[in-house]
Protein backbone atom coordinates (compact mmCIF):
# COMPACT_ATOMS: atom_id res chain seq x y z
CA UNK A 1 0.00 0.00 0.00
CA UNK A 2 1.10 3.70 -1.20
CA UNK A 3 1.99 6.02 2.40
CA UNK A 4 0.19 8.79 2.78
CA UNK A 5 1.23 11.85 1.21
CA UNK A 6 1.96 14.99 3.55
CA UNK A 7 -1.38 16.72 2.02
CA UNK A 8 -3.04 13.43 1.85
CA UNK A 9 -2.42 13.28 6.03
CA UNK A 10 -3.23 16.75 6.90
CA UNK A 11 -6.36 15.95 5.12
CA UNK A 12 -7.26 12.94 7.16
CA UNK A 13 -6.63 15.29 10.29
CA UNK A 14 -8.98 17.74 8.79
CA UNK A 15 -11.51 14.67 8.56
CA UNK A 16 -10.85 13.54 11.87
CA UNK A 17 -11.27 16.67 13.50
CA UNK A 18 -14.73 17.61 11.43
CA UNK A 19 -16.29 14.53 12.62
CA UNK A 20 -14.90 14.16 15.95
CA UNK A 21 -13.90 17.57 17.60
CA UNK A 22 -11.00 18.87 18.75
CA UNK A 23 -9.77 18.52 22.26
CA UNK A 24 -11.48 21.22 24.99
CA UNK A 25 -7.99 23.27 25.53
CA UNK A 26 -7.56 23.23 21.47
CA UNK A 27 -10.78 24.99 20.81
CA UNK A 28 -10.66 27.12 24.01
CA UNK A 29 -7.13 28.45 22.35
CA UNK A 30 -8.70 28.43 18.96
CA UNK A 31 -11.62 31.00 20.33
CA UNK A 32 -8.92 33.55 21.56
CA UNK A 33 -7.55 33.59 17.97
CA UNK A 34 -10.47 34.07 17.02
CA UNK A 35 -11.13 36.80 19.17
CA UNK A 36 -7.85 38.86 18.69
CA UNK A 37 -8.22 38.70 14.71
CA UNK A 38 -11.82 40.17 15.27
CA UNK A 39 -10.38 42.67 17.34
CA UNK A 40 -7.31 43.50 15.33
CA UNK A 41 -10.39 43.74 12.22
CA UNK A 42 -12.69 46.04 13.95
CA UNK A 43 -9.93 48.84 14.86
CA UNK A 44 -8.90 48.63 11.21
CA UNK A 45 -12.06 49.25 9.79
CA UNK A 46 -10.66 53.02 8.98
CA UNK A 47 -7.28 52.17 7.09
CA UNK A 48 -7.00 53.55 3.60
CA UNK A 49 -6.25 49.31 2.44
CA UNK A 50 -9.35 48.19 3.69
CA UNK A 51 -11.47 51.02 2.11
CA UNK A 52 -9.93 50.19 -0.80
CA UNK A 53 -10.76 46.76 -1.00
CA UNK A 54 -14.15 47.57 0.67
CA UNK A 55 -14.61 49.76 -2.89
CA UNK A 56 -13.43 46.75 -5.19
CA UNK A 57 -15.63 44.47 -3.55
CA UNK A 58 -18.52 46.51 -3.60
CA UNK A 59 -17.87 46.80 -7.20
CA UNK A 60 -18.03 43.30 -7.66
CA UNK A 61 -20.95 42.74 -6.35
CA UNK A 62 -22.71 39.26 -5.97
CA UNK A 63 -24.62 37.32 -3.79
CA UNK A 64 -24.05 38.18 0.18
CA UNK A 65 -23.60 36.00 2.71
CA UNK A 66 -21.19 36.36 4.83
CA UNK A 67 -20.29 39.57 6.71
CA UNK A 68 -17.95 42.37 6.12
CA UNK A 69 -16.06 43.28 9.71
CA UNK A 70 -16.95 46.53 10.89
CA UNK A 71 -19.03 48.07 7.62
CA UNK A 72 -22.15 46.14 8.29
CA UNK A 73 -22.33 45.07 4.30
CA UNK A 74 -22.92 41.68 3.29
CA UNK A 75 -20.78 40.21 0.70
CA UNK A 76 -19.75 36.18 -1.26
CA UNK A 77 -17.51 34.48 0.82
CA UNK A 78 -14.65 35.13 -1.32
CA UNK A 79 -15.23 38.78 -0.73
CA UNK A 80 -15.73 38.65 2.59
CA UNK A 81 -12.45 37.25 3.26
CA UNK A 82 -10.73 39.49 1.43
CA UNK A 83 -11.83 42.37 2.81
CA UNK A 84 -11.87 40.64 6.60
CA UNK A 85 -8.19 39.05 6.27
CA UNK A 86 -7.01 42.48 4.73
CA UNK A 87 -8.35 43.95 7.98
CA UNK A 88 -6.87 41.11 9.97
CA UNK A 89 -3.35 42.01 9.14
CA UNK A 90 -3.44 45.47 8.39
CA UNK A 91 -2.47 46.96 11.89
CA UNK A 92 0.39 44.19 11.92
CA UNK A 93 -1.25 43.19 15.30
CA UNK A 94 -1.73 39.79 14.37
CA UNK A 95 -0.32 36.30 16.39
CA UNK A 96 3.09 34.98 15.43
CA UNK A 97 4.30 31.89 14.92
CA UNK A 98 8.09 31.12 16.25
CA UNK A 99 10.41 30.55 14.58
CA UNK A 100 8.40 29.98 11.38
CA UNK A 101 7.91 33.62 11.81
CA UNK A 102 4.83 33.77 9.77
CA UNK A 103 0.97 34.94 11.16
CA UNK A 104 -1.24 32.48 11.24
CA UNK A 105 -4.81 33.23 12.14
CA UNK A 106 -4.74 36.46 9.91
CA UNK A 107 -5.43 34.26 6.92
CA UNK A 108 -7.81 30.94 8.81
CA UNK A 109 -9.90 33.23 10.77
CA UNK A 110 -11.06 35.21 7.70
CA UNK A 111 -11.61 32.40 5.77
CA UNK A 112 -12.92 30.17 8.21
CA UNK A 113 -15.40 32.70 9.29
CA UNK A 114 -17.07 33.53 5.77
CA UNK A 115 -18.02 29.87 4.84
CA UNK A 116 -19.28 28.95 8.46
CA UNK A 117 -21.30 32.24 7.90
CA UNK A 118 -22.52 31.16 4.97
CA UNK A 119 -22.99 27.68 5.33
CA UNK A 120 -24.68 28.41 9.06
CA UNK A 121 -21.84 26.35 10.67
CA UNK A 122 -22.12 25.70 14.48
CA UNK A 123 -19.41 27.51 16.61
CA UNK A 124 -17.59 24.28 17.44
CA UNK A 125 -17.26 23.46 13.84
CA UNK A 126 -15.45 26.84 13.22
CA UNK A 127 -13.04 26.12 16.20
CA UNK A 128 -12.19 22.89 14.69
CA UNK A 129 -11.64 24.44 11.19
CA UNK A 130 -9.28 27.19 12.62
CA UNK A 131 -7.30 25.09 14.50
CA UNK A 132 -6.68 22.51 11.88
CA UNK A 133 -6.29 25.13 9.53
CA UNK A 134 -3.61 27.11 12.11
CA UNK A 135 -1.92 23.81 12.66
CA UNK A 136 -1.40 23.59 9.16
CA UNK A 137 -0.16 26.95 8.04
CA UNK A 138 2.64 26.60 10.75
CA UNK A 139 3.93 23.31 10.11
CA UNK A 140 4.10 24.65 6.12
CA UNK A 141 5.94 26.96 7.61
CA UNK A 142 8.54 25.20 9.94
CA UNK A 143 8.67 23.16 6.63
CA UNK A 144 10.66 26.41 5.21
CA UNK A 145 12.67 27.12 8.15
CA UNK A 146 16.47 26.03 8.33
CA UNK A 147 18.24 25.30 10.99
CA UNK A 148 21.63 25.75 10.21
CA UNK A 149 21.15 29.05 8.81
CA UNK A 150 18.85 29.93 12.04
CA UNK A 151 15.77 31.37 9.91
CA UNK A 152 13.06 31.17 7.82
CA UNK A 153 13.92 30.10 4.16
CA UNK A 154 11.14 31.76 2.74
CA UNK A 155 12.08 34.89 4.76
CA UNK A 156 15.60 35.18 3.33
CA UNK A 157 14.27 34.83 -0.05
CA UNK A 158 11.75 38.00 0.34
CA UNK A 159 8.80 35.83 0.49
CA UNK A 160 5.75 36.34 2.74
CA UNK A 161 5.67 32.55 4.58
CA UNK A 162 2.18 34.13 6.38
CA UNK A 163 0.14 34.45 2.75
CA UNK A 164 1.98 31.58 1.04
CA UNK A 165 1.56 28.84 4.27
CA UNK A 166 -1.77 30.59 5.09
CA UNK A 167 -3.71 30.42 1.25
CA UNK A 168 -2.89 26.40 1.99
CA UNK A 169 -3.67 26.14 5.68
CA UNK A 170 -6.96 28.13 5.09
CA UNK A 171 -7.94 26.24 2.35
CA UNK A 172 -8.13 23.10 4.95
CA UNK A 173 -10.68 25.12 7.26
CA UNK A 174 -12.24 26.37 4.03
CA UNK A 175 -12.97 22.62 3.02
CA UNK A 176 -13.66 21.56 6.17
CA UNK A 177 -16.67 24.25 6.79
CA UNK A 178 -17.46 23.54 3.35
CA UNK A 179 -18.32 19.48 4.29
CA UNK A 180 -15.62 18.19 1.86
CA UNK A 181 -14.19 14.81 2.66
CA UNK A 182 -10.16 14.23 3.29
CA UNK A 183 -9.96 13.66 -0.71
CA UNK A 184 -12.01 16.90 -1.38
CA UNK A 185 -9.73 18.74 1.73
CA UNK A 186 -6.71 17.45 0.16
CA UNK A 187 -7.61 18.92 -3.32
CA UNK A 188 -9.01 22.08 -1.58
CA UNK A 189 -5.15 22.52 0.30
CA UNK A 190 -4.02 21.08 -3.58
CA UNK A 191 -5.29 24.00 -5.55
CA UNK A 192 -4.48 26.59 -2.79
CA UNK A 193 -0.61 25.89 -3.19
CA UNK A 194 -0.78 27.25 -6.68
CA UNK A 195 -2.63 30.48 -5.45
CA UNK A 196 -0.38 31.21 -2.28
CA UNK A 197 2.24 34.28 -3.03
CA UNK A 198 3.48 37.42 -1.18
CA UNK A 199 7.10 39.83 -1.15
CA UNK A 200 8.12 41.62 1.20
CA UNK A 201 10.04 44.55 0.07
CA UNK A 202 7.00 47.11 1.27
CA UNK A 203 8.42 46.16 4.45
CA UNK A 204 11.63 47.96 3.32
CA UNK A 205 10.92 51.14 0.96
CA UNK A 206 7.23 51.40 0.93
CA UNK A 207 3.94 50.54 -0.59
CA UNK A 208 0.68 49.17 1.13
CA UNK A 209 0.28 46.02 -0.50
CA UNK A 210 1.69 43.57 2.55
CA UNK A 211 -2.00 44.74 4.55
CA UNK A 212 -3.58 42.82 1.85
CA UNK A 213 -1.40 39.72 2.08
CA UNK A 214 -3.98 37.77 4.52
CA UNK A 215 -7.07 38.92 2.46
CA UNK A 216 -5.33 37.59 -0.92
CA UNK A 217 -4.61 34.36 1.12
CA UNK A 218 -8.17 34.26 2.77
CA UNK A 219 -9.59 34.95 -0.94
CA UNK A 220 -7.59 32.34 -2.20
CA UNK A 221 -8.52 29.96 0.06
CA UNK A 222 -12.33 29.94 -0.17
CA UNK A 223 -11.99 30.05 -3.44
CA UNK A 224 -10.09 27.14 -3.81
CA UNK A 225 -12.38 25.09 -1.19
CA UNK A 226 -15.01 25.75 -3.56
CA UNK A 227 -13.14 24.79 -6.87
CA UNK A 228 -12.47 21.81 -4.94
CA UNK A 229 -16.47 21.58 -4.15
CA UNK A 230 -16.78 21.74 -7.61
CA UNK A 231 -14.71 18.93 -9.30
CA UNK A 232 -11.15 20.85 -9.39
CA UNK A 233 -8.42 18.61 -8.07
CA UNK A 234 -4.89 18.60 -7.21
CA UNK A 235 -1.91 16.72 -7.21
CA UNK A 236 -1.62 14.56 -3.83
CA UNK A 237 2.40 15.55 -3.80
CA UNK A 238 1.66 19.28 -3.95
CA UNK A 239 3.54 19.69 -0.83
CA UNK A 240 6.64 17.54 -0.92
CA UNK A 241 6.98 16.90 -5.05
CA UNK A 242 9.75 18.06 -7.31
CA UNK A 243 7.61 20.71 -8.54
CA UNK A 244 5.71 20.66 -5.45
CA UNK A 245 5.00 24.22 -3.27
CA UNK A 246 8.60 23.63 -0.72
CA UNK A 247 10.87 22.99 -3.76
CA UNK A 248 9.33 25.68 -5.68
CA UNK A 249 9.71 28.67 -2.94
CA UNK A 250 12.69 27.16 -0.68
CA UNK A 251 14.48 24.68 -2.98
CA UNK A 252 16.95 22.15 -1.62
CA UNK A 253 16.97 24.33 1.92
CA UNK A 254 13.20 22.56 2.66
CA UNK A 255 12.65 19.84 5.32
CA UNK A 256 9.32 18.11 4.19
CA UNK A 257 9.70 15.70 7.47
CA UNK A 258 9.09 18.85 9.82
CA UNK A 259 5.39 18.78 7.94
CA UNK A 260 4.09 15.86 9.33
CA UNK A 261 6.14 15.04 12.57
CA UNK A 262 3.91 14.16 15.39
CA UNK A 263 1.07 15.37 13.47
CA UNK A 264 -2.29 15.00 15.69
CA UNK A 265 0.07 14.41 18.85
CA UNK A 266 2.02 17.37 19.16
CA UNK A 267 0.14 20.98 18.22
CA UNK A 268 1.78 24.30 17.53
CA UNK A 269 -1.54 25.99 18.15
CA UNK A 270 -0.67 26.68 21.91
CA UNK A 271 2.48 28.12 21.44
CA UNK A 272 1.65 30.96 19.44
CA UNK A 273 2.44 34.32 20.28
CA UNK A 274 0.02 37.19 20.58
CA UNK A 275 0.94 40.92 20.40
CA UNK A 276 0.60 43.18 22.57
CA UNK A 277 1.78 46.08 20.25
CA UNK A 278 0.53 47.18 16.68
CA UNK A 279 3.56 46.92 14.99
CA UNK A 280 6.23 44.04 13.60
CA UNK A 281 6.48 41.54 16.28
CA UNK A 282 11.15 42.34 15.21
CA UNK A 283 10.14 45.81 17.50
CA UNK A 284 8.49 43.90 20.40
CA UNK A 285 11.25 43.14 22.58
CA UNK A 286 13.12 46.68 21.70
CA UNK A 287 9.61 47.82 23.53
CA UNK A 288 9.63 45.68 25.78
CA UNK A 289 13.08 46.74 27.44
CA UNK A 290 12.49 50.74 26.58
CA UNK A 291 9.04 50.23 28.55
CA UNK A 292 10.90 48.52 31.51
CA UNK A 293 13.32 51.41 31.53
CA UNK A 294 10.79 53.99 31.38
CA UNK A 295 8.85 52.18 34.69
CA UNK A 296 12.54 51.74 36.63
CA UNK A 297 12.89 55.97 36.12
CA UNK A 298 14.84 56.49 32.73
CA UNK A 299 13.88 60.04 31.69
CA UNK A 300 13.52 60.83 28.20
CA UNK A 301 15.15 64.25 28.14
CA UNK A 302 18.31 62.43 29.94
CA UNK A 303 19.10 59.97 27.01
CA UNK A 304 22.27 61.18 24.83
CA UNK A 305 22.34 57.94 23.12
CA UNK A 306 21.03 54.44 22.67
CA UNK A 307 22.05 51.23 21.05
CA UNK A 308 18.98 48.81 20.06
CA UNK A 309 20.88 45.27 19.85
CA UNK A 310 18.77 42.68 17.68
CA UNK A 311 19.19 39.64 15.97
CA UNK A 312 21.16 40.26 12.55
CA UNK A 313 18.55 39.06 10.63
CA UNK A 314 15.63 41.08 11.54
CA UNK A 315 17.91 44.14 11.04
CA UNK A 316 17.39 44.62 7.53
CA UNK A 317 13.37 44.79 8.40
CA UNK A 318 13.66 47.12 11.48
CA UNK A 319 16.88 48.85 10.82
CA UNK A 320 17.19 49.56 7.08
CA UNK A 321 17.41 51.87 5.17
CA UNK A 322 19.04 53.94 8.35
CA UNK A 323 17.54 57.60 7.22
CA UNK A 324 13.82 55.59 6.55
CA UNK A 325 13.92 54.50 9.96
CA UNK A 326 15.00 57.17 11.90
CA UNK A 327 11.81 59.47 9.89
CA UNK A 328 9.39 57.12 9.11
CA UNK A 329 7.66 57.94 6.00
CA UNK A 330 4.03 57.26 7.30
CA UNK A 331 2.59 55.56 10.53
CA UNK A 332 2.68 52.78 9.16
CA UNK A 333 5.94 52.72 8.28
CA UNK A 334 7.02 53.78 11.91
CA UNK A 335 5.34 50.02 13.05
CA UNK A 336 8.72 48.66 10.75
CA UNK A 337 11.08 51.18 12.75
CA UNK A 338 13.05 49.94 15.75
CA UNK A 339 14.39 53.01 16.55
CA UNK A 340 10.94 55.16 16.30
CA UNK A 341 9.08 51.62 18.65
CA UNK A 342 11.99 52.29 20.98
CA UNK A 343 11.23 56.12 21.22
CA UNK A 344 7.66 55.82 21.33
CA UNK A 345 7.79 53.30 24.26
CA UNK A 346 10.30 55.61 26.26
CA UNK A 347 8.33 58.77 25.79
CA UNK A 348 5.19 56.66 26.79
CA UNK A 349 2.53 55.11 24.90
CA UNK A 350 -0.73 53.46 24.87
CA UNK A 351 -2.51 50.31 25.24
CA UNK A 352 -0.37 47.75 26.70
CA UNK A 353 2.48 49.91 26.04
CA UNK A 354 2.60 51.17 22.29
CA UNK A 355 -0.70 51.45 20.95
CA UNK A 356 -2.53 52.57 17.38
CA UNK A 357 -2.37 56.27 18.29
CA UNK A 358 1.53 55.73 18.31
CA UNK A 359 1.15 54.67 14.56
CA UNK A 360 -0.68 57.48 13.06
CA UNK A 361 1.03 59.68 10.43
CA UNK A 362 0.97 62.69 12.92
CA UNK A 363 2.57 60.62 15.89
CA UNK A 364 5.32 59.40 12.66
CA UNK A 365 6.52 63.17 12.49
CA UNK A 366 6.21 64.19 15.96
CA UNK A 367 8.96 65.79 16.63
CA UNK A 368 9.96 64.71 19.88
CA UNK A 369 9.74 61.04 18.76
CA UNK A 370 11.71 61.65 15.63
CA UNK A 371 14.52 63.67 18.25
CA UNK A 372 14.79 60.69 19.97
CA UNK A 373 14.56 57.72 17.68
CA UNK A 374 17.51 59.75 15.70
CA UNK A 375 19.70 59.13 18.57
CA UNK A 376 18.93 54.89 18.14
CA UNK A 377 21.84 53.10 16.78
CA UNK A 378 20.39 49.67 15.63
CA UNK A 379 23.39 46.62 16.00
CA UNK A 380 23.80 42.85 15.58
CA UNK A 381 24.51 41.29 18.73
CA UNK A 382 25.87 37.98 19.45
CA UNK A 383 22.99 36.52 22.58
CA UNK A 384 19.83 37.79 20.39
CA UNK A 385 21.84 35.86 17.34
CA UNK A 386 21.77 32.64 19.80
CA UNK A 387 17.87 32.83 20.50
CA UNK A 388 16.26 34.09 17.26
CA UNK A 389 13.89 32.49 15.58
CA UNK A 390 12.79 30.66 18.63
CA UNK A 391 12.07 34.23 20.36
CA UNK A 392 12.69 37.96 18.74
CA UNK A 393 15.05 39.47 21.58
CA UNK A 394 16.90 42.68 22.21
CA UNK A 395 18.79 44.52 24.10
CA UNK A 396 19.07 48.16 24.33
CA UNK A 397 21.91 50.67 26.20
CA UNK A 398 21.05 53.69 26.90
CA UNK A 399 23.59 56.62 27.58
CA UNK A 400 22.90 59.01 29.83
CA UNK A 401 23.87 62.84 29.71
CA UNK A 402 25.60 62.40 33.05
CA UNK A 403 27.32 59.30 31.43
CA UNK A 404 25.98 56.52 33.22
CA UNK A 405 25.10 53.46 30.80
CA UNK A 406 21.76 51.54 31.57
CA UNK A 407 21.08 47.97 29.94
CA UNK A 408 17.96 46.33 29.94
CA UNK A 409 18.58 42.66 27.88
CA UNK A 410 14.89 40.77 26.72
CA UNK A 411 15.26 37.49 25.88
CA UNK A 412 11.83 36.10 26.11
CA UNK A 413 9.42 39.01 24.41
CA UNK A 414 6.20 39.82 25.86
CA UNK A 415 2.77 37.68 24.55
CA UNK A 416 4.85 34.22 23.97
CA UNK A 417 5.10 30.90 26.71
CA UNK A 418 7.89 32.31 28.17
CA UNK A 419 6.29 35.55 28.64
CA UNK A 420 2.40 35.42 28.15
CA UNK A 421 -0.33 37.87 27.77
CA UNK A 422 -2.66 37.29 31.07
CA UNK A 423 -6.61 36.94 30.29
CA UNK A 424 -7.10 40.08 31.41
CA UNK A 425 -4.34 41.51 29.25
CA UNK A 426 -5.80 39.66 26.16
CA UNK A 427 -9.63 40.82 27.06
CA UNK A 428 -8.11 44.67 27.57
CA UNK A 429 -6.01 44.37 23.94
CA UNK A 430 -9.71 43.32 22.42
CA UNK A 431 -11.70 45.75 24.18
CA UNK A 432 -9.41 49.00 23.16
CA UNK A 433 -9.64 47.42 19.60
CA UNK A 434 -13.02 46.87 18.89
CA UNK A 435 -13.85 50.20 20.77
CA UNK A 436 -12.28 52.33 17.94
CA UNK A 437 -15.78 50.69 16.21
CA UNK A 438 -18.20 49.35 18.48
CA UNK A 439 -19.47 50.30 21.49
CA UNK A 440 -18.44 49.06 24.79
CA UNK A 441 -21.09 47.16 25.54
CA UNK A 442 -21.32 45.35 22.43
CA UNK A 443 -17.42 44.98 22.57
CA UNK A 444 -18.47 42.83 25.89
CA UNK A 445 -21.27 40.82 24.27
CA UNK A 446 -18.55 39.70 21.21
CA UNK A 447 -15.83 38.89 23.91
CA UNK A 448 -18.79 36.45 25.59
CA UNK A 449 -19.33 35.29 22.53
CA UNK A 450 -16.41 34.50 21.03
CA UNK A 451 -15.52 32.83 24.24
CA UNK A 452 -18.15 30.50 24.00
CA UNK A 453 -18.18 29.32 20.43
CA UNK A 454 -17.89 25.92 21.17
CA UNK A 455 -21.59 25.99 22.54
CA UNK A 456 -22.91 28.23 19.88
CA UNK A 457 -25.05 26.51 17.45
CA UNK A 458 -24.74 29.50 14.44
CA UNK A 459 -22.00 32.16 14.67
CA UNK A 460 -24.40 34.56 12.47
CA UNK A 461 -25.07 34.86 16.35
CA UNK A 462 -21.76 36.30 15.92
CA UNK A 463 -21.17 38.43 12.98
CA UNK A 464 -24.38 39.97 13.41
CA UNK A 465 -22.06 42.03 16.04
CA UNK A 466 -19.71 42.58 14.16
CA UNK A 467 -22.01 44.96 11.58
Not at 124 to 144: F, N, Q, S
Not at 175 to 182: F, R, T
Request: contains cysteine.
Amino acid sequence: MTAATPVQRFAELAASAAARGLPPELRADAARRVLDVLGNSLAATGEPPAKAVGALTAEWGGEGRATAIGTGARLPEPSAALLNGTLAHSLDFDDTHLPSVLHPSASVVPAALAVAEARGATGAALLDAVGVGVEITVRLGMAGYDRELGNSVFFERGQHATAICGTVGAAASAAMLSGLDAAGVADAMGIAASMGSGILEANRTGGTVKRIHCGWAAHAAVTAAGLARTGITGPPTVLEGRFGLLQAFCGDQADPDALTAGLGEHWELPGIFFKPYPCNHFTHAGIDAALRLRAAGLDPADVESIELGAPTPVLRTIAEPHEDKIRPKSGYHAAFSGPYTVAAALLGGGGLGVFHEDFTDAAAADPGRLALAAKVRCVPDARCDEIFPHQFPAVLRVRTRGGAVLEERVDANRGGPGNPLSADELATKFRLNAVRRVPEERAEQITGLAYGLADLEDVSRLTSLLE
